[in-house]
């Protein structure tokens, strides 16, 4: 400071205007890009946040389940939690009346032993459940029930259960306490949240394995809840990080992301123990229908025609292939980005598999076909040798029937779609007059266009669905011979981004589909699962209904009961008795 300004500052109380208007005359003088710099800092408007800032909200969730510690903070779009825990997709209806509001900040930091909390939790995982499958999918996937919503309720009820309602558009969490005195929350578990939202996109992926009473389609609906569940803990960069740190790397020893629901425990065995309701690291292998009964003696241990249990066939093929895929990667690239890499493969052909799929009733075989399909559509098949080996040591598909199909795909006729199909008449012509000629298929059951659409690859995938009506007859069903269900069949077709037929799955209702079906209807009713009318989504019946009968109208009919109960059994063995029940069997 010279000694004129240092004399003006002492002197004068307007030492800093005078000196600013001289630097701005100076300023004038400057190259245009200086003097704006010095001049463009000066607004009193006022100006939204950088949208980065603005559109990020923290939520206080538990990342997986309770037992691995205390919740932590993580972030949502503004677009996807709204005041009330609304979006595009969801909302929160709580049955106790409690409206969820964002704290002063905006956020939504609520601690466990607040109701509130719940319901961001159960918010939070049904939104990005939804997200990550759309992200899979490449495309918005819509609700079977065609409104754009669907509800949730944190606290439906007060019995060991969670499930997703059709009929009510709903995902429904009870509260429960279990006999050493712990409340449990099943809205609080990642896992169970993201199962029963996982039912909600695979009924708006394929409605029509939930209106079957066949096996494998509701068994895969529940293994398509526990994939879900897989994939959704493998999106959390922490649970990766811990996981890695557990298992040394290993996903082969069981773990916290294999096991299932284990925040459902006793007290006292924690933290040495955990309890879980199905572990993906499994050996069971496919059994004969008839060598299956319903209620084995020790379920934990033995495959049997419920579908939970059944279910553990196709998840422990999945995280079979999952983990050869981050072993295969982790040879050439750190085990983070391995796992990550495998996760993003995995997650892609499941859903691309789904859509390639049966859209009606199928059996393990089926769904095993659709990966090694997606395989070869996504990636070329880069991974079908770990697809093939993985789905024949479950004794799902042998390697000779995987060849085969994987010969049958290449020798596909070189058909192609018009240019313009925007109605269920120019779809039903194009089956008539081109696919089914050029395929040679002999179809005896009449094919109505089901659906066609076209995802962000530019994958082109159309259905058409048959229906076979089946009278049950005989003493086995009791009040019920005479009594009609539907049994669903039909076609998918799957074309690539230049149009050409790639995919074509032809899945009839087979008198096999037939005859199991009505051994499992026969099982249900002497088992008490036929309901005569809905109950209210807060009472669940124990025994769980699986069908509803219907009066006659002008025959009486059975049909699915829509909605899915995910009950959590009462008694869950310890995790030594698990060992020792599986040490038991192998000898």
């Not at 990020?56 to 969730?61: C, P, Y």
């Not at 079977?144 to 439906?156: E, K, M, N, S, V």
Request: proline residues 6%; glycine residues 6%; charged residues 20%.
């Amino acid at each position: 400071m010279s000694a004129e300004e240092t004399q003006s500052f002492h002197g004068s109380p307007h030492f800093g205007v005078r000196t600013l208007l001289q630097r701005l005359a100076q300023g004038a003088a400057l190259p245009l890009a200086t003097a704006q710099k010095m001049m463009g800092a000066f607004t009193l408007n006022p100006e939204p946040l950088p949208y980065e800032v603005a559109n990020q909200v923290q939520v206080l969730i538990y990342p997986q389940n309770p037992l691995l510690g205390e919740p932590e903070l993580r972030t949502m779009q503004a677009d996807d939690i709204q005041a009330g825990l609304v979006n595009a997709r969801f909302r929160v209806e709580d049955s106790r009346g409690i409206v969820v509001q964002p704290n002063a900040e905006g956020g939504y930091i609520y601690l466990p032993h607040q109701p509130e909390f719940a319901a961001v939790n159960a918010f939070y995982h049904a939104t990005f459940t939804l997200r990550m499958f759309e992200r899979y999918a490449r495309r918005a996937l819509p609700w079977a029930f065609g409104a754009p919503r669907l509800t949730i309720d944190p606290h439906a009820g007060d019995m060991n259960n969670a499930f997703y309602s059709e009929r009510d558009r709903l995902l429904g969490f009870h509260t429960f306490q279990t006999p050493d005195g712990l409340l449990h929350s099943t809205a609080e578990s990642a896992d169970i949240v993201t199962h029963e939202t996982a039912h909600a996109v695979l009924d708006g992926l394929r409605d029509l394995y939930n209106e079957s009473f066949g096996l494998v389609p509701r068994a895969f609906h529940e293994s398509f809840g526990d994939m879900a569940a897989v994939l959704a803990a493998l999106h959390d960069d922490a649970l990766i990080r811990r996981l890695l740190e557990l298992t040394d790397g290993n996903l082969r020893v069981s773990n916290f992301v294999s096991e299932l629901a284990e925040h459902l425990v006793p007290s006292e065995l924690l933290p040495q123990h955990s309890v879980y309701l199905r572990n993906a690291i499994n050996d069971l292998v496919l059994q004969p229908f008839d060598e299956l009964v319903y209620l084995p003696e020790n379920p934990e241990t033995t495959l049997s025609r419920q579908e939970h249990n059944y279910s553990r066939v196709f998840t422990g093929a999945f995280y079979d292939a999952l983990v050869a895929i981050y072993e295969r990667y982790c040879q050439t690239m750190p085990a983070y980005l391995a796992l990550h890499r495998a996760r993003d493969v995995m997650g892609s052909l499941l859903v691309l598999a789904i859509e390639l799929a049966p859209v009606g009733e199928l059996d393990y075989a089926d769904m095993a076909r659709a990966f090694l399909t997606a395989d070869d559509l996504e990636n070329d098949g880069a991974y079908y040798a770990i697809l093939r080996d993985v789905f024949a040591a479950r004794a799902i598909l042998t390697a000779a029937q995987a060849d085969a199909h994987r010969d049958a795909l290449r020798a596909l006729p070189d058909v192609r779609l018009p240019e313009a199909m925007n109605n269920a008449l120019a779809s039903a012509l194009f089956l008539e007059q081109v696919v089914l000629p050029a395929l040679a298929l002999e179809v005896r059951e009449e094919l109505l266009p089901m659906a066609t659409y076209r995802n962000g690859d530019g994958y082109v995938f159309m259905t058409y669905f048959s229906m076979r009506t089946l009278t049950l007859e005989g003493a086995q069903y009791q009040a019920y011979s005479g009594t009609q269900l539907e049994v669903f069949g039909g076609l998918t077709l799957g074309f690539d981004a230049t149009g050409r037929l790639r995919s074509v799955v032809y899945r009839p209702v087979t008198d096999e589909d037939v005859r199991q079906i009505k051994v499992m209807v026969a099982e249900m009713i002497a088992y008490e699962r036929i309901a005569h009318h809905m109950h209210p989504y807060t009472f669940v019946p124990i025994p769980s209904p699986k069908g509803l009968f219907v009066p006659p109208s002008p025959q009486p009919r059975i049909i699915k009961y829509p909605t899915q109960f995910d009950r959590i059994p009462e008694k869950l063995v310890s995790f030594r008795e698990y060992l020792l029940l599986w040490r038991a069997k192998r000898r």
